[in-house]
């Protein structure tokens, strides 16, 4: 009986596939290309600060509920819901929006510059609903064997919705906004699936509605990280072991069985299945070297953005700034169309900014302050040269010092800095795409990589690249999509 499993990358995906495998009686092993686990969800401490580096808050907490639930487990690590979600500020303005869930109290902020918003939001939100229960379970949250079969799906799709196919997300957002705050703020939520407003699907206002109505934003006690030490702490439980420091280079394979992996070492790894949780486009075309997967036709996709991360320790409480902020500037269209292409964009960025010691004393020492700062930026394959770093991160620091009326340069103890070529380098993304493929219409469902492959029958892949998408919560679906693939060859080779 097929039941020994190797998973190939500690990520997300691949701690909780191990966890519904080795539940269900798999006996799984983990090998992981870094020291430790995690993934992009991971954590840095440097001179007595934590840092969390990657994503620094969560949605759509039911589906870690329910995984837990699949896995009979309690949830191995506690959230708290963040209520404001996030906080705005223009560069052109003093003042700053609070993104308060309950729509009266976030309307009275609007009432000088959009005087109806509450309705209008209320109305907007409801379109998002619609979107969002239309969707989700049907199209979201299944297999496909194939474009034909994708397409079947999309057609029990509610066919009112089919005009937001034609639309982007700013435009939808038009539809109900009129003032330049109202829309830009409203839009942020295209730059979380790693694009901009400008070339997101207006099907993604679904997000809108997860945002202040479904559910909402999480934080973790303690940092992001300890989803990751739960999960591990329950893998260990069940006798699951992660190899650190072992890359997989190459393969062998007889048919349409792959046979074992090789690492940087030489050492082989066999397993009956053998699941990819590495960027499932860049696997097959740096280890199974696949041609329609090579440099040159993945360079030809669309990417998310390339992200630019700053992590700092500073030597003062700030109390002027908030758990999760949005720093713009004075030019948000013209800044979206040539932030992914144009270096030159740099110099006058928008950024986001955590400070994780606001709500985790513990991440920094007393009296101090750990800050986590993103600043979308073109990948590799526009913007290779980055001996310029330094002065760009200058540039936010400056800009953000203005922003909050205090200097900070002087108090920082602490300066870790990731562009995208550490991205590249440290997590095999293509180009340093922070997100992975983008969602274009042409790179979702049926058209993503497939959580199965293409040759080996016994090779299945989860994770941001392939289906559904990139985020936390569709990692979580990505591996109840993956276990079920798993599931099913069992059964079929063991009749």
């Known amino acids: 009986m097929a039941k020994n499993v190797l998973i190939v990358g500690a990520g997300l995906g691949g701690l909780t596939t191990a966890l519904r495998l080795s539940k269900k009686g798999y006996k799984v092993e983990i090998i992981e290309k870094n020291c430790n686990a995690g993934g992009r969800l991971n954590q840095l401490k440097k001179d007595g600060f934590t840092f969390d580096t990657g994503p620094s808050f969560f949605s759509m907490s039911y589906e870690f509920t329910e995984f837990a639930k699949d896995c009979n487990i309690e949830l191995p690590f506690r959230y708290y819901e963040l209520d404001p979600l996030y906080s705005v500020n223009f560069s052109r303005s003093p003042k700053t929006y609070y993104l308060y869930k309950n729509i009266a109290k976030l309307a009275e902020q609007f009432k000088d510059t959009e005087p109806d918003f509450e309705e209008k939001m209320k109305r907007y939100l409801a379109k998002s609903g619609q979107l969002f229960h239309d969707t989700v379970d049907i199209v979201i949250k299944s297999n496909y064997d194939s474009v034909f079969h994708y397409l079947r799906t999309l057609m029990k799709v509610n066919p009112v919705h089919g005009m937001a196919l034609f639309r982007n997300f700013w435009q939808q957002v038009r539809r109900y906004f009129k003032s330049e705050d109202a829309v830009q703020i409203m839009s942020l939520v295209a730059f979380f699936l790693g694009r901009t407003p400008f070339d997101t699907s207006s099907v993604y206002t679904l997000l809108s509605y997860t945002e202040f109505i479904h559910d909402g934003y999480y934080n973790v006690e303690g940092g992001m990280y300890k989803i990751v030490e739960g999960l591990v702490e329950e893998l260990e439980k069940e006798n699951v072991t992660i190899t650190y420091n072992t890359e997989i280079k190459s393969y062998s394979a007889e048919g349409t069985r792959l046979e074992y992996l090789l690492d940087q070492n030489n050492r082989k790894w066999s397993a009956d299945i053998i ?82 010691s606001g709500q985790n004393p513990d991440c920094a020492p007393e009296g101090a302050e750990s800050l986590f700062f993103v600043c979308p930026v073109p990948d590799l394959r526009f913007k290779s040269d980055w001996s310029d770093r330094d002065e760009i991160v200058d540039s936010i620091i400056d800009d953000f010092s203005r922003r909050i009326g205090k200097d900070i340069k002087p108090l920082i103890v602490s300066r870790t800095v990731y562009t995208p070529v550490d991205w590249q380098n440290q997590f095999n993304l293509h180009r340093g795409s922070g997100l992975g493929l983008a969602h274009d219409m042409l790179q979702i469902g049926a058209f993503r990589p497939k959580n199965y492959d293409e040759v080996f029958k016994n090779v299945f892949y989860v994770g941001a690249s392939t289906i559904p998408g990139t985020g936390l919560p569709m990692v979580i679906i990505s591996s109840k999509l993956a276990f079920r693939r798993i599931e099913e060859y069992t059964a079929k080779i063991n009749p």
């Open 275 to 356: 699941v990819i949780n590495s960027d499932a486009a860049v696997f097959r075309g740096q280890v199974f070297r696949r041609p329609e997967f090579s440099v040159e036709k993945l360079d030809k996709k669309s990417w998310t953005m390339g992200p630019l991360t700053i992590y700092l320790g500073v030597d003062s409480k700030l109390s002027e700034v908030n758990h999760h902020n949005y720093y713009l500037g004075d030019n948000f269209k013209d800044y979206a169309d040539k932030v992914f292409k144009n270096p030159d964009s740099l110099q006058k960025p928008y950024y986001y900014v955590n400070l994780l």
